[in-house]
């Protein structure tokens, strides 16, 4: 995913129980990888972008990416918009979700307390090894070495889209150009895959996306403007 993954597990286990469920989880996100990059020709997502490979042969997962962006489409009114660059690129989706698939594998398979974080986007569950709160600190978007908040919780779907790594990649589909506006975009909620579709939705619709955002239920934000201003939820779960 042209991206850096890494686990954390919590529990008490047996070491090589731990490397087996860390096992299965980067096996995972290496089919992921295979099946929904867009860097390579070769996977089934650009295989399906050129009509090499049609819906009804589409894999199980895939089908499910489709159906999801449908709604998150019709959900952000238009802004997530998985066509905005004119060929299929279920990125700002796919990412969160995989990671979030992870978690839940891992909570079904006994591991409660666990962090897994996609190149950011981030899924907490339980505790961390020191028996407190899983920390998250959110990336300063002109300093990375430093952070502008540090989140704290025991269930947390955190997600951010922010143009200091990547520059202004997210389109406004409605004017087919970057979005400007927004430095950068965290939403924090309890599944990662539509948290990470409204950082993207929210970054794509500019300062407009703050509006949204507030009125956005079961989710709280964190946004920097381009001229550096910090917004965010009164709620957000925010620690010192």
């Excluded at 991206?3 to 008490?12: K, P, Q, V, Y």
């Excluded at 490397?19 to 070769?42: N, P, Q």
């Excluded at 004119?86 to 989706?93: L, N, W």
């Excluded at 979700?97 to 899924?123: K, P």
Aim: with cysteine.
């Amino acid at each position: 995913m042209g991206t850096t993954i890494t686990l954390d597990l919590a529990d008490d286990l047996p070491p090589g129980r731990l490397h087996e469920l860390a096992d299965d989880v980067f096996a995972w996100m290496r089919e992921v990888d295979g099946r929904f990059s867009t860097y390579k020709a070769d996977s089934e997502v650009c295989r399906f972008d050129r009509g090499e490979v049609l819906l009804s042969e589409a894999s199980a997962d895939l089908r499910f990416v489709l159906e999801a962006c449908a709604d998150l489409w019709g959900a952000t009114d238009g802004f997530f918009d998985a066509y905005a660059t004119g060929r299929f690129d279920p990125s700002g989706f796919v990412k969160g979700w995989a990671a979030q698939v992870a978690s839940d594998r891992l909570l079904a398979a006994g591991a409660a307390n666990h962090c897994v974080n996609a190149g950011g986007d981030v899924r907490v569950r339980g505790f961390s090894p020191t028996g407190e709160p899983w920390r998250i600190g959110i990336r300063h978007p002109w300093d990375a070495m430093a952070t502008c908040l540090v989140l704290a919780g025991t269930d947390l779907a955190v997600a951010t889209s922010g143009v200091y790594e990547r520059g202004r990649h997210v389109l406004d589909p409605r004017r087919g150009a970057p979005a400007s506006g927004l430095r950068s975009v965290t939403v924090v909620g309890s599944d990662l895959g539509v948290a990470d579709a409204y950082a993207t939705a929210a970054l794509a619709m500019g300062a407009a996306g703050i509006g949204w955002l507030d009125r956005v239920g079961d989710h709280t934000h964190a946004v920097v403007t381009d001229d550096a201003r910090q917004f965010h939820s009164t709620a957000l779960p925010l620690t010192v």
